[in-house]
């Protein structure tokens, strides 16, 4: 009989050894073209049995009980590590027919901030049926970003980020379409971030250590929240709230980059952003679910970092960034018990801080 762990731990285990075939790959392409595949393949298989630690495989006989937070953590902050130290390896190893310069960057940061959604019955003008969730997500985010620059007026950025710990809040909410007799119950709700993004800089000025440059791109990011029951409710039991915000964005960027320091600052906005809602609260056989589109609106976004060269090609420093986000659209809300369906318009806002480390490789 097998536990319920095992299935999620043989996933893990696949998206593990897929990763590490990945950089022992780039290994094998690298011994092609500089003799040294011997070394290399040693690094990368020392990666992999790591990772495989890790998610205590049971192939290599090691049972490592770790659980919860710290072993989300782990897997996910050495799955991003060995992904982009195997990107990294691959691109600085060809053999390219010009010189293709690679900025990349490891980031670590702490995330706090608010969510809120609030919707209002299209059908009765009565507050009673008025809607209201907030969230404040507390998290520790990992990511990583590659810069590529083919051409002196160009250049391409790909990177994205995960949360790695997540620390659950209260919240009260209810089944039933809300007025002020609902009995709202407690939930212990865990935060859970997806992003990436794809970006193009046309460096429109460069010269003496300075850089201004008009940045284009596209993100895609994924909020889930999912509620534990903390007291009163009956199972099965069950709450979630889904944001996912499909972005494309405009603005500016300034860089600076000096022998021993490199700093950034860049501001973008979007004004033609689309927002998916799913919510749904459950106790035994009684739900509510609201499900719609946020398309009116839009968000402002500034970043920043600054480092400082350590030895040849490495830095290490500090980053940041805050995002402010109004959209309104509509939704269909359902409601089971006793059977009701309304139309409400919605409301979101949004707003966020990050403050972390960076460890930037240039090659």
Known sequence: MHSQAEPENERKGHLCFAVSHLAMTCSMRRSATRNCGLTTRRENCFLFVLCRVILGSPNLDIDVRWKGNVRDFLVRSSVVVVAVLGMVSSLHAQSLPFNLGLDSEIRMGYLLGQQTLKGSSQEVADPKFDYRVDHGPSIIVMGATGEVSPVPFFSGRIGGYISVWEYPTANDRSTEFPDASNAKLPWDVTPDLKSWEIAG?????????????????????????????????????????????????????????????????????????????????????????????????????????????????????????????????????????????????????????VVGLTVNLVF
């Open 201 to 353: 800089l046309v460096h429109l000025s460069r010269g003496g250590g300075y850089r201004f440059s008009a940045v284009g791109g596209y993100r895609e990011e994924f909020w889930d929240y999912v509620g534990v029951p903390t007291g009163g409710q009956a199972d099965p039991a069950f709450m979630r709230d889904e944001f996912n915000n499909h972005v494309p964005f405009f603005g500016l960027q300034t860089a600076l980059f000096f022998p021993w320091w490199k700093a950034r600052c860049e501001v973008t906005g979007s004004w033609f952003m689309r927002q998916e809602i799913f919510s749904i609260v459950q106790n035994r056989d009684d739900y509510v679910q609201y499900t719609g589109t946020l398309d009116s609106g839009g968000q402002v976004e500034v970043n920043f970092e600054g480092t400082a060269t350590l030895i040849s090609n490495f830095r290490l420093g500090a980053y940041g960034r805050y995002r402010y986000q109004e959209l309104q659209g509509h939704a269909i809300g359902i409601e089971n018990n006793p059977g009701t369906r309304r139309a409400f318009k919605l409301f979101t806002e949004q707003n966020y801080g």
